[in-house]
């Protein structure tokens, strides 16, 4: 189909943001910006708002297959396509693990039918998740994998990592791996601290993420292996990274708008929906994380969306599930943060949610507004405050930490592949 997009302020580098254009897209290529164009085709009138490259999420759980309960193809892409997500990647810890072809080409099938965006998969580095035995890497990455990924349960062998390393640089897919110590992280549900004290909880301390940083690092220096550590959460951890992004091109980190805009201390009373993993750590690491997005060490932006059911979240602390609900809040709560609030600039928030993961996972004709790439985007109103209602998201998983809340940088419309696929007029 053929699209016009008017009066549309642009948030590229190749445009001026202040300046209203307008945007034609023929087969779901942008295929001319400029003034004043006509087209004879479906019309969108932008009205003045902010027009940005739809988001890139590189750290999002599906759940489906085998845990549609707490959510499924069909309306994580809805809740992503609301909150501005035109790509969504999947982590490979789904029932049954994505750590062969035939699960790739399964899970796949699915998403051609049930996804109104784009979405990529990872493939598990080992079998079954466990860290142990190296998964079928190359006929997965045959079958259309874009990453190898370890699914949130590190290897703790350092033997095996290396290996892993060394085999996945002959495919150019980066290693995509969240850092934590099984040992010392293992029963913690909060920050090692002062709230784990006060509540009388288990704590996982800030060292099991720098330990595992420090040594990722190392290999993947030594190695020149192109590796993406996500949910970056402990201060000193942003500081390893700084240091070795020093001598290494290869090594991209990322965080999640919770880690730099919550702390322990929302856990008070305990309050279930901000038991997440990795926990919220503190004042200090928020202000790091926060810098890290600064000068440029954190590379990216993700969701870190990882749903359950309210049911599961509304019980004791102790037994309450480990979860977010951020698909719908990250681009409000980052730009009215960060935007706003003078850390960074909207092209800057562009790059860290979609120009730099598109360029980590080798999607070259995504990530930019501009001529002859492709038409994913996202009108985005940056003037008016709107309130957090959990109730009113599309994911299953209705509950939020930022609820009644009031944010600027709302999604009013996204477009993937040319297509409208979300409007909220």
């Known amino acids: 189909m053929d699209l016009l997009i008017k009066n549309a302020r642009i948030v590229s580098d190749y445009y001026d943001i202040n300046k209203p254009m307008d945007v034609f897209i023929s087969g779901g290529i942008i295929k001319h910006i400029g003034e004043k164009l006509s087209y004879k085709c479906e019309v969108i009138d932008a009205g003045g708002n902010i027009l940005m490259p739809g988001l890139i999420d590189i750290s999002c759980k599906i759940c489906e297959s085998g845990y549609e309960n707490k959510d499924n193809i069909v309306k994580v892409s809805a809740s992503a396509a609301a909150g501005g997500f035109t790509t969504l990647t999947t982590s490979p810890n789904t029932l049954p693990i994505i750590d062969n072809k035939s699960v790739v080409e399964y899970v796949y099938g699915k998403v051609a039918t049930g996804s109104i965006i784009n979405m990529f998969l990872f493939g598990s580095m080992t079998k079954g998740c466990e860290g142990k035995e190296i998964a079928e890497i190359g006929e997965m990455i045959d079958k259309g994998v874009i990453a190898i990924a370890d699914g949130g349960a590190p290897i703790n062998n350092a033997e095996t990592l290396k290996n892993i390393m060394l085999y996945i640089k002959m495919f150019g897919v980066p290693l995509i791996t969240q850092c934590m110590d099984s040992d010392l992280a293992s029963g913690g549900m909060v920050n090692s601290g002062y709230m784990s004290t006060k509540l009388g909880l288990r704590g996982n301390p800030a060292e099991a993420e720098e330990i595992i940083v420090s040594r990722n690092l190392i290999l993947a220096r030594h190695l020149k292996c192109r590796m993406h550590m996500t949910k970056i959460t402990v201060g000193d951890s942003v500081q390893l990274i700084r240091d070795a992004k020093k001598k290494c091109s290869h090594i991209t980190s990322g965080t999640c708008p919770h880690y730099f805009t919550l702390t322990e201390k929302e856990v008070e009373n305990f309050y279930t929906i901000a038991k997440v993993d990795p926990p919220l750590r503190t004042d200090d690491d928020v202000r790091q994380i926060t810098e890290g997005l600064r000068d440029g060490t954190i590379d990216v932006i993700s969701s870190g969306h990882m749903p359950a059911h309210f049911d599961l979240k509304n019980t004791e602390f102790e037994k309450a599930a480990y979860g977010i609900s951020s698909l719908e809040t990250s681009l409000m709560v980052s730009y009215t943060t960060l935007v706003r609030g003078g850390i960074l600039s909207i092209n ?27 038409a994913d985007l996202i009108i985005v109103d940056t003037e008016n405050e709107y309130m957090v209602d959990s109730s009113e998201f599309a994911s299953r998983a209705k509950y939020s930490p930022y609820d009644g809340e009031k944010f600027y940088g709302k999604t009013l419309v996204t477009i993937c592949a040319g297509k409208p696929v979300y409007s909220m007029r």
């Open 348 to 374: 800057e928030l562009a790059k860290k949610m979609s120009e730099n993961p598109a360029k980590i996972l080798g999607m070259r004709t995504k990530g930019v507004i501009k001529e002859g790439m492709d």
